[in-house]
């Protein structure tokens, strides 16, 4: 029987929308909902994606999240080098997670503090910069506080809409960043101005509490001309369908590893 959807299921059903409309290019999506997320779009909204094993292997098929590798159906091989080559080429949809993000887009994965010094380290900038300039880039941030949608990210490792637009040349003219869902909202950067707008918030949650827990100043859905308080109106997220619900409990996700990413 269908119930009402939780929040990490709102949170899967957000980021499967984030490569609607994508065609046939690669999904990289990275943590635990965006992975339900981008197979549930391929099983509904996005058909002609191309899905991997998180390793080489191109499966086919409505494959459940932890599934042994001798129950993948592969259709093909998708070595590095080819990866680079889809990512030089444009053909790539990434939903990255970052340790920072600002109100421009530009996003943290490296380390946390002064980089001579720093508090934390992290994974590195790795492929971010490549990423945010040659190809879609999406993220996704499982908990939405002003740690991490901060003013100021401490290094930048993907590419920003403001340090985008102040390349020479050329240079960022397949710089696309798309999306922003959390665990309290979407947010995108269709503002005119590149900075990050509210676009809707997940049922539940106040557009007061998405502003409190932001750390800077977020554009309202209409706009660079509307700026973002606890009384603006917001859209809310849209649920999961009927659909879309069962394909995430029976099919991608039956052991609810969706949960433990964003607790109901």
């Given at each position: 029987m269908i119930t009402t959807a939780t929040r990490a299921e709102v949170c899967v059903a957000a980021c499967a929308r984030a490569w609607h409309g994508d065609g046939e290019i690669l999904a990289s999506p990275m943590g635990t909902v965006p992975t339900i997320g981008a197979r549930l779009a391929r099983a509904t909204v996005a058909p002609d994606l191309v899905?991997?094993?998180g390793l080489a292997q191109i499966i086919d098929g409505d494959i459940a999240l932890g599934a042994p590798t001798a129950d993948l159906t592969v259709e093909g091989w998708l070595p590095y080098?080819?990866?680079?080559?889809?990512?030089?080429n444009g053909r790539r949809h990434v939903?990255?997670?970052p340790a920072q993000i600002d109100a421009y887009g530009n996003a943290n994965i490296?380390?946390?503090?002064?980089?001579?010094?720093?508090k934390r380290q992290l994974l590195g900038a790795r492929g971010a910069p490549g990423n945010t300039v040659n190809h879609a880039t999406s993220y996704w941030v499982p908990r939405h506080s002003r740690r991490v949608l901060t003013s100021r990210v401490d290094v930048v490792c993907g590419v920003g809409n403001d340090r985008a637009a102040a390349l020479p040349g050329p240079a960022a003219r397949f710089h696309d960043l798309r999306q922003v869902i959390t665990n309290l909202c979407v947010l995108d950067f269709d503002t005119g101005?590149?900075?990050?707008r509210l676009v809707s918030v997940h049922p539940g949650v106040t557009v007061a509490e998405v502003v409190e827990a932001t750390g800077?100043?977020?554009?309202?859905p209409k706009g660079a001309g509307e700026a973002l308080t606890g009384g603006v109106d917001v859209p809310t997220t849209p649920a999961p369908t009927t659909q879309e619900l069962r394909l995430i409990r029976e099919v991608l996700d039956p052991r609810s590893l969706r949960d433990r990413e964003v607790p109901t």
């Open positions: 899905l991997t094993d080098r080819a990866v680079l080559d889809l990512m030089a939903m990255m997670g490296s380390c946390v503090g002064d980089w001579e010094r720093p101005d590149g900075r990050m800077f100043d977020l554009v309202g």
